[in-house]
């Protein structure tokens, strides 16, 4: 890259600290830490807010001899992580998987496949299970909503200086 170029994102990154700076610190002013703190809470919630009403599903969990074995994805499955497997949802889904008779909830990212036993839908490690109290029962409906996966960062990202007229773009 140039030498002009490499000015140029510097000073159209400048102006726009410049302009939005000035913005974030008036929009915090006053507030205070615990405000700014459930403004960023509010956010998460609503950034993972999904439309679609929870899915009742049949939930197990498994752990003890699966410890340390490779999961379908290629990672080894970890009984004490927040994982679980499910037969078609695209690897690191997250999904927030709920035990309707106690209001406990619990956030997974599908690492694995399975379960393949008939009428089961969704395989919990056992820390996961623990979360939400399912492990004297071993099988329990659940509600489950599944958070969308992060989509993947753009290959082209275009910088304008609507000032000058001009824009760069970098990929």
């Known amino acids: ?9 510097a000073t159209i990154l400048g102006i726009h600290v410049l302009f939005v700076a000035p913005v974030i610190a008036e929009s915090v002013v006053g507030l205070g830490s615990d405000e700014i703190s459930q403004q960023n809470s509010a956010l998460l919630m609503d950034s993972q807010h999904n439309s679609e009403p929870p899915e009742r599903m049949v939930a197990s969990y498994y ?3 699966f410890h340390g074995r490779k999961t379908a994805s290629g990672e080894r499955f970890d009984k004490n992580a927040l994982t679980c497997a499910h037969r ?3 690897f690191d889904t997250i999904l927030i998987v709920t035990n309707p008779k106690n209001g ?3 956030t997974v990212r599908v690492n694995d496949r399975g ?4 009428g089961r839908d969704v395989d919990l ?7 939400i109290d399912m492990l004297r029962a071993g099988v329990i409906p659940v509600d489950v909503v599944v958070v969308e996966p992060l989509t993947e960062m753009p290959s082209e990202i275009t910088l304008e200086d609507t ?4 824009s760069i773009t970098i990929r």
């Open 88 to 90: 078609s949802l695209p």
């Open 115 to 118: 379960p393949f036993t008939r």
């Open 1 to 9: 890259m140039s030498n002009q170029i490499k000015k140029l994102i």
């Open 104 to 106: 406990k909830s619990v």
């Open 63 to 65: 752990g003890g001899r």
């Open 125 to 131: 490690s056992y820390a996961a299970a623990k979360e």
């Open 163 to 166: 000032a000058s007229d001009s």
